[in-house]
């Protein structure tokens, strides 16, 4: 029964490696990497202390499900995990976005502007952060040059 547990968490999480982006994989900091992302891609950045990473698992699922819809947006997701995160990125976090260390689990949907639209303290569900972007002026604009 243990081995199951772990089997299915092990394939959901090499699943989740091909649209989520780690922090702890970078040698940029963070501010680097969401520097390179702006003006051109829109960020999930989710964060997530280690006693609570099923928050993190569980919001990494539900946007695995997505990832078509994420590529439309041009949005990329980047997860934190707190024991991950080097001390210069975790003042970046509390400066910058207003990280209280203590929290669970917090997402911000940052804009290619770099601005953040909303900040999350749960997860949630994608059709909900879907909504918000599409109606950001910038992603209207985008989606007309489409039509």
Do not use: C
């Not at 992302?37 to 919001?59: F, I, M, S, T």
């Not at 539900?62 to 041009?74: G, H, I, K, T």
């Not at 909303?118 to 952060?129: G, I, L, R, S």
Request: cysteine-free; glycine content about 4%.
């Amino acid at each position: 029964m243990r081995h199951r547990w772990l089997i299915s968490l092990t394939v959901i999480l090499l699943g989740l490696i091909l649209v989520m982006e780690s922090i702890a994989n970078q040698k940029k900091s963070l501010k680097a990497i969401l520097d390179e992302k702006k003006d051109h891609r829109r960020v999930l950045l989710l964060y997530g202390r280690d006693d609570a990473q099923h928050y993190l698992l569980e919001q990494q699922e539900s946007l695995n499900e997505v990832r078509d819809e994420l590529n439309e947006r041009e949005m990329d997701v980047l997860v934190i995990v707190a024991s991950t995160l080097q001390e210069p990125d975790r003042q970046f976090l509390m400066q910058h976005y207003k990280l209280v260390p203590s929290e669970d689990f917090i997402a911000w949907l940052i804009g290619k502007d770099g601005g953040i639209k909303q900040t999350f303290k749960k997860p949630v569900a994608p059709q909900e952060v879907f909504k918000l972007v599409d109606g950001m002026p910038m992603r209207q604009q985008e989606m007309k040059k489409q039509e």
